[in-house]
């Protein structure tokens, strides 16, 4: 169980993709990418064909978070266009079983996340199909928004949960994270750690990435989850 850092490019310069990515390939162990379609969430960024072309220029893999209607018609496209990771939203997965096996069929892990006021207890039954976890700590849509310290007691339920679960299962947290927050999000469970803001609105987004990495190391070695 170790800590994983995940930049959004939600908070990149889009028109330098290649170079924001490359900014943090050093530091960091995914690189975010948040699709947004202008109907699951009130926002619009970019979709596959963007996607694919980072896909040739990116040294570390790519953690796709669909935050689209119809996930099970496009999710599998980026498994296939070869994403290391693929997120489908709870809300908007019609039929999570054949979808998130798709895409584990294709090469990726499979990941489910869940909103802000979406509990994670209905998705138990899904662990064995997921490879990932992803609990919202803001309302999706944006970067730069505050951290939703309501979702602190849902991550320790949601630890508890993978806990108690056979195989390996990560949680990702996504929305807010930065120095000021991630040690409670360690504290509480998370294991995988989505910055946007927090790393390319720093002047040095590799070193931002390497201090969110130290920050959350040192919690979780004291968090009572991981003992
Ligand atoms: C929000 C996106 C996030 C976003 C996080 O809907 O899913 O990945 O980029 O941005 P920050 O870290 O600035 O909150
Ligand atoms: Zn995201």
Redesign the pocket.
């Known amino acids: 169980m170790s800590v994983q850092i995940s930049p959004?490019?939600?908070?990149a310069d889009f028109a330098r993709l290649a170079d924001e990515a490359a900014a943090v390939s050093a530091a960091a162990d995914w690189l975010?990418v948040?699709v947004?379609d202008n109907h699951f969430?009130p926002?619009l960024t970019l979709g596959l064909p963007v996607v694919e072309s980072l896909l040739k220029h990116a040294s570390i893999p790519v953690d796709c978070?669909l935050?689209i209607e119809d996930p099970d018609r496009w999710a599998p496209g980026y498994a296939e266009a070869g994403a290391g990771s693929v997120t489908v939203h709870a809300e908007a997965v019609k039929a999570p079983v054949r979808t998130l096996r798709t895409i584990r069929a294709a090469g990726a892990r499979a990941g489910l996340a869940v909103n802000p006021g979406t509990p994670v207890e209905p998705y138990e039954d899904l662990l064995p199909e997921i490879d990932m976890l992803l609990l919202?700590?803001?309302?999706?849509?944006?970067?730069?928004?505050r951290?939703l310290d309501v979702v602190l007691p849902k991550l320790r339920r949601a630890r508890a949960m993978v806990a108690a679960h056979d195989g390996e299962v990560w949680l990702q947290v996504?929305?807010?994270?930065?120095e000021e927050t991630i040690e409670r999000c360690a504290e509480a469970g998370a294991d995988v750690f989505?910055?946007?803001?927090?790393?390319?609105?720093a002047s040095d987004p590799a070193e931002a990435v390497r201090a969110l990495r130290a920050q959350a190391e040192q919690a979780t070695a004291r968090a009572p989850w991981s003992r």
């Open positions: 959004s490019l939600l908070s975010h948040d947004m969430v926002n978070h935050m919202m700590t803001v309302e999706p849509g944006f970067g730069g928004q951290f996504d929305g807010g994270v930065s989505v910055a946007g803001s927090a790393v390319y609105g």
